[in-house]
């Protein structure tokens, strides 16, 4: 069984999801620009050529996968911080029990025991 995760604790990983947050706000703000950006050099005509335009194509296309991930991580964090506040923080959403300190030292937004997600995660590879 892992360590009880003390309200100490509690504290320094809400400071580290805010932290977390807040740089990926930033990041996938940027991520928006760079696509937004590059959609407006597209669709302006401005390419040379159609190799040119297949890049434009495929950058656009990761950033949006990019700022597809930053959404879902914020996501996570915004929830993480919602189960802090609410009091549930720690707490597997699965099956009830407490996550493992090291767990949300390593993950501060898990949401379920290291049992529930390699359940789910194995679950998820049948399908």
Sequence with gaps: MG???TASKILALKAEIE??????????REEFRDTQ?????TFA???HDRAEEAEQAATVAVNLLN???H???IRACIE????IEEGDYGICIDCGEDIELNRLCANPVAQRCVS????????????
């Design 45 to 47: 005509g401005e390419s």
């Design 80 to 83: 993480a911080l919602h189960r």
């Design 71 to 73: 959404t879902e991580e």
């Design 19 to 28: 932290k977390d947050l807040k740089r990926l706000r930033e990041e996938a």
């Design 37 to 41: 950006k590059m959609g407006e050099v």
């Design 116 to 127: 529930c997600q390699v359940e789910g995660e194995s679950l998820k590879a049948v399908s």
């Design 67 to 69: 700022l597809s991930r």
């Design 3 to 5: 360590t009880i995760v």
